[in-house]
Each structure stands twice: as C-alpha cells, then as structure tokens.
C-alpha cells in the first residue's frame, strides 16, 4: 500500500510517489505502536508528547483529543518542517492505518520517538473516554 496515498492499493513504487519501501533493517527498526490504555497514562502522568492527528478536518470536527495537532495525511510528506522533532510524538488517525503510514514517513524522514496509536481514536472512544463521538 502506498504511503502517501493509503487508499491506493498500489504500492509506492507502483505509484511512483517518490517513497521508497523500508529495507529489512528499517522495518526491523520501526518504533512500536502504543495503544490507547498507555497513551491514556502518559496523558494522566503528564509524561511530554504531541498527539499528531492525521485525520482529515471534517473528521477532526466530529471529534479529537485535546491538545493534538492536526496534520492531514496526504500533506504530512510537504510539511514535515512542522512536526517537532524533540520528544516522543504519537500519531493517530480513526482506526490506525493512515497514522501507521505517516509513522513510515516520518520514520524516513529522521523522527525517533514515533509511535501509532493501534486502534486510532475509535479505541481511544471505546476504552478510555467514551465521550468522544465515534463515526463511519
């Protein structure tokens, strides 16, 4: 599946989006996922992070955790200048497919402390904060 287009069931050299596939020390090398029982006590803990929501704004309208910064997928690629580089950085989207793809990106792209949030903000509503609506 190509990364900077998710939907696509093409790969990114398919694609000819210009990303290249991780090699097999990379995906060796790619930083766990975090689900949202952890994230909810880093939260509660006061433990430094940025949520980075790569949902798109009509679905950050429905609902979003407070404090995250919202980056759509499809321009996480031209505007990485934006993404703090400094402390651990949790990436979410709705159910945790478009936010595994921009952790590949950012991963590539020199980020370290990069996590997915396994599940999106559909598990975050499920399991720790049933205030926050749930869509299709």
Not at 31 to 53: N, Q
Not at 96 to 108: E, F, H, N, P
Request: glycine share 8%; hydrophobic share 35%.
């Amino acid at each position: 599946i190509c990364r900077v287009s998710p939907r696509s069931r093409a790969s990114c050299s398919e694609r000819g989006c210009g990303m290249t596939e991780p090699s097999a020390e990379d995906r060796h090398d790619l930083p766990l996922e975090i689900d949202v029982l952890e994230l909810a006590r880093w939260r509660t803990a006061g433990k430094l992070h940025l949520v980075l929501d790569v949902r798109e704004p009509w679905e950050v309208e429905i609902c979003a955790l407070p404090d995250s910064r919202n980056l759509p997928m499809a321009q996480v690629p031209e505007r990485l200048g934006e993404v703090p580089e400094d402390g651990a950085l949790v990436v979410l989207c709705h159910h945790g497919m478009r936010s595994q793809a921009a952790l590949g990106i950012l991963v590539q792209n020199g980020f370290k402390d990069v996590k997915n949030l396994s599940g999106g903000i559909d598990a975050y509503s499920q399991m720790v904060d049933s205030s926050i609506p749930r869509y299709r």
